[in-house]
């Protein structure tokens, strides 16, 4: 089959953000440090339990700038506490639903899930299977829709662990995961991602879920200024009155912030 003339230059785009991802993610770490004055006027909201989940061959250690940052506004936050993120392992299979049910019951409310890459498929199929326990799941750069998903660096890395998975799958088909959730749901996705196809970061948008485009790279998302703030307003929001994301006016943090499409 002869190649579609689009593809070479989609191609050499894809494999220009893959080598300069580790930089890129370098520059929102010293872009998060620059606008941590601006950061601090980001909205707050009712504390409530947050639960953050790491990327595909990640661990507590890439959310901690995030989890601290958001300590700060007054969220009980914690990690997974489950080391490097290997793919969909008997071990995580099991202990994710614990997580989150006791955390719901040390709370006495339902979680906010907070998920980057892979961790953010784990959220949506756990807001799924648990929804009074969810109070929104909040995706960053998670390739649950469609795209070119098999063909990615991070499709790659994942099927290299596949051994190693549970046959009780913890994430659905592609197609149901990027249905609307039963509960309010962002998915945060960048054209620039170098690690994977920035079209199936996006879900289907609807009454309580939407898509949130950002300029950061994929590596960098828990640490850049454009997404910490979307979380922050996503987490600032009444539970029983979701209204989505509107780009902030002021201080020109709209910038931040490219059109959706």
């Known amino acids: 089959m002869a190649e579609h003339p689009s593809q070479p230059p989609r191609r050499r785009r894809a494999g220009l953000l893959g080598v300069t991802e580790p930089v890129r993610a370098l520059a929102s770490a010293g872009a998060f440090a620059a606008g941590l004055p601006l950061l601090q006027l980001a909205p707050r909201g009712e504390p409530h339990p947050v639960l953050v989940l790491p990327g595909l061959m990640a661990s507590d250690v890439s959310t901690q700038v995030l989890r601290v940052w958001l300590r700060r506004l007054g969220y009980p936050v914690v990690g997974w506490e489950l080391g490097r993120n290997r793919g969909p392992t008997q071990e995580i299979v099991d202990a994710l639903p614990r997580l989150l049910d006791r955390l719901a019951a040390e709370h006495g409310t339902a979680v906010s899930i907070v998920g980057q890459s892979l961790g953010g498929i784990f959220a949506r199929t756990m807001a799924r299977r648990a929804p009074r326990q969810v109070r929104q799941v909040i995706s960053l750069g998670s390739p649950f829709g469609s795209g070119d998903v098999d063909d990615s660096a991070a499709a790659r890395v994942y099927r290299r662990y596949s051994s190693q998975h549970s046959t009780q799958r913890i994430s ?3 197609n149901s995961l990027a249905a609307p959730l039963p509960v309010p749901s962002t998915a945060v996705y960048s054209r620039w991602d170098g690690v994977v196809d920035w079209r199936a970061c996006r879900q289907q948008p609807g009454p309580r879920s939407e898509n949130v485009a950002v300029h950061a790279s994929h590596l960098g998302m828990a640490h850049d200024p454009a997404v910490l703030w979307v979380i922050a307003d996503r987490l600032a929001q009444p539970r029983h ?6 780009r902030p006016a002021r201080f020109g943090l709209g910038a931040l912030f ?4």
């Open 258 to 261: 490219p059109a959706e499409g």
């Open 241 to 246: 009155d979701w209204q989505p994301f509107q």
């Open 172 to 174: 659905s088909a592609r």
